[in-house]
């Protein structure tokens, strides 16, 4: 047995099965037979597995500080899967994130264009780049100030948009791209604000969402105007229906610059090397030689065999 130790057992302990510490017993023909198990186990360095292994950290790190607003974010997901399985799981083929061992110990998260949630209803469209985006959210000329009411904003979004209902939720989510001060190490702030379309609401908007960015009027729609610095952030449309939260699926857009810093393959290999080097198989050519093959091409005659 390779990597173990074996030997059969008389006396006492000769009808002792299972196992204690790192040995285990079997009965065999009456006797009793203890082997030790293996312990060794390969170091995962391979560079496909480092591949995974880095960009997998970043999708963690998010969803380490989404969690607490993604509950029912994955409204189909098979019974087998939580909602973490399902969020590593549609984020592990977007561009990776790259971080070294030491800035995840340091509590490092890069904000990307992660999708947040899946489900049936339609997505909310987004349009523009950076700070000003607006959404395919109409609102039928409705300004948004300081007074507005929620029951004024849900009118605006319930009359003019088929997709939506009285009882409906619009939800923000924000994901802050900062840094510490003293580490240098990059970081996330997550926050999200939401609205139940309520035609009796005289809340005003602003008490509601606490001020935020993503409940303006830009250009007529729904959208997020003013500066939340480096970020990512989207909306989520939710219902209630026979007892479920149908969502929309959406994926956060990003206006981060900080981001492309922890992409690609300088990255990489800094986040890799972080890990230890990744493990190459030594009869496996590296290099792309040029010139003669094996055998020569025969202008080496002259002079004999030769040799290394």
């Known amino acids: 047995m390779e990597g173990a130790s074996m030997a059969i057992l008389n006396g006492l302990i000769r009808k002792m099965k299972g196992s204690a510490g790192q040995l285990t017993f079997k009965q065999v023909n009456g006797q009793t037979i203890v082997s030790e198990k293996v312990t060794a186990v390969a170091n ?24 607490p607003l993604l509950n029912y974010g994955f409204e189909a997901k098979p019974k087998t ?18 971080l070294t061992k030491q800035a995840v110990a340091g509590g490092a998260c890069i904000a990307t264009a992660y999708q947040i949630s899946q489900g049936s209803l339609p997505a909310i469209v987004l349009t523009g780049t950076g700070q000003n985006v607006k959404t395919d959210i109409r609102l ?24 939506y209902r009285y009882g409906d939720q619009i939800s923000f989510f924000l994901v802050k791209q900062l840094v510490n001060a003293e580490t240098g190490i990059p970081y996330c702030q ?9 035609a009796a609401n005289e809340s005003t908007l602003a008490d ?51 981001e492309s810093d922890y992409q690609g393959d300088n990255a990489y290999t800094l986040s890799k090397s972080s890990y230890g080097s990744s ?6 050519p590296d290099g792309n030689a040029t010139g003669a093959t094996a055998g020569g091409d025969g202008d080496d005659d002259e002079g004999g065999g030769g040799g290394l």
């Open 190 to 198: 997550f926050s999200a604000a939401k609205v139940i379309l309520d």
């Open 208 to 258: 509601v969402t606490g001020g935020s960015t993503g409940f303006k009027a830009v250009d007529g729609n729904l959208g997020h105007s003013g500066s939340d610095g480096d970020c990512a952030y989207t909306w989520v449309h939710t219902r209630k229906a026979d007892g479920k939260t149908l969502v929309s699926s959406q994926d956060l857009l990003v206006a981060n610059s900080k």
């Open 44 to 67: 995962p360095r391979t560079d496909a597995q480092m591949q995974t292994r880095t960009k997998f950290t970043n999708i963690i790190q998010m969803y380490r500080g989404i969690r």
């Open 279 to 284: 493990i190459e198989s030594f009869l496996v």
């Open 81 to 98: 899967l939580s909602d973490y399985n399902m969020f590593v799981k549609v984020n592990m083929q977007r561009t990776p994130i790259y």
């Open 140 to 163: 039928g000329g409705e300004s948004i100030t300081s007074s507005t009411t929620v029951a004024q904003f849900s009118a605006a979004v319930v009359n003019n948009n088929a997709d």
